[in-house]
């Protein structure tokens, strides 16, 4: 195996730990996922397929592009969501608390009912401080560098 194909497997073993992390806090740890962190999944499932893609055709010499690109995607959307968590700046309407200043009883009452299951800007799990939204950023991050590292690498 070339040391650009080690790089891909790398990177693309690392989307799915992530990705294989949050079902396993979906479904064995029992925290619905809200809508930003389900936009965070997709890039992984994009990146894997890229990588099982680079990895069959060695020859697409852009493909770990693509893939950086992928991982630069969740890490921005991840960044995004951990500054809603901590609120930072406002998230989608659909998916936050929003503002209830100026709202009558029945709008507020409509907002209640209206609001989903799992808000975005609640923080169901951390560690040393940071969310899965942080850590997901913070990974990506560097699954990045992965990708761009194996772009670099001449393919032999």
């Known amino acids: 195996m070339t040391r650009r194909s ?4 790398v990177a693309s073993l690392g989307s799915l730990a ?14 619905a996922p809200c809508k930003m962190c389900i936009w965070q999944r997709y ?5 894997i397929a890229i990588g099982a893609v680079a990895l ?16 630069a995607t969740t890490s921005a959307v991840g960044a995004f ?12 309407s659909s998916c936050t608390s929003g503002s209830i200043s100026g709202l009558s009883a029945d709008d507020l009452f409509d907002q209640i009912m ?15 401080g940071i969310s899965m939204a942080g850590w997901n950023a ?16 001449r393919a032999a």
């Open 43 to 47: 890039p992984h499932a994009v990146a």
């Open 81 to 92: 969501h951990a500054g809603v968590e901590q609120g930072w700046w406002e998230g989608p």
């Open 56 to 71: 069959a055709l060695p020859r697409l010499t852009f493909l770990p592009l693509l893939g950086a690109a992928a991982a």
């Open 6 to 9: 080690q790089l891909v497997a």
């Open 114 to 128: 209206s609001a989903p299951l799992v808000r975005c800007d609640d923080i169901p799990w951390e560690m040393f």
């Open 18 to 31: 992530l990705l294989l992390a949050a079902f396993g806090f979906q479904h064995l740890g029992g925290l």
């Open 138 to 153: 913070i990974a990506s991050a560097m699954l990045v560098l992965i990708w761009l590292a194996a772009w670099k690498t």
